[in-house]
């Protein structure tokens, strides 16, 4: 079965930066897409990156581009999420998810099928 987990999350100062990893299993990598989004209290859950393990294409919401970067490494399954110059409104818990490159939408989280446990990222100001 398709398994991901999170971690890396943390606390962390403004300004500061955090990496999140997303180790996954169970599914032909070089076929999926990983995504990550974050989910604060009381706020809907939001895209904030993703990239396809294929051929390495990448999305960035609007609010997070120039700020973080989203890589993956195939051979160790992992997909990374690296965030620099991190801001209070940046905290969240912080979740990736995996499809078939043939069935996601960069940014639209329904399109994700499978789903990790999710990692607390805290930025304090």
């Known amino acids: 079965e398709v398994q991901l987990v999170e971690s890396g999350g943390g606390l962390v100062q403004a300004g500061g930066s955090l990496t999140l990893s997303c180790a996954a299993s169970g599914f032909t990598f070089d076929d999926y897409a990983i995504g990550w989004f974050r989910q604060a209290p009381g706020k809907e859950r939001e895209a904030v990156s993703c990239i396809s393990s294929s051929d390495g294409n990448t999305y960035y919401a609007n609010s997070v581009k120039g700020r973080f970067t989203i890589s993956s490494d195939n051979a160790k399954n992992t997909v990374y999420l690296q965030m620099n110059s991190l801001k209070p409104e940046d905290t969240a818990v912080y979740y990736c998810?995996?499809?078939?490159?043939?069935?996601?939408?960069?940014?639209?989280?329904?399109?994700?099928?499978?789903w990790g446990q999710g990692t607390q990222v805290t930025v304090s100001s």
């Open positions: 998810a995996a499809d078939s490159i043939w069935t996601v939408i960069p940014g639209i989280p329904g399109t994700f099928g499978s």
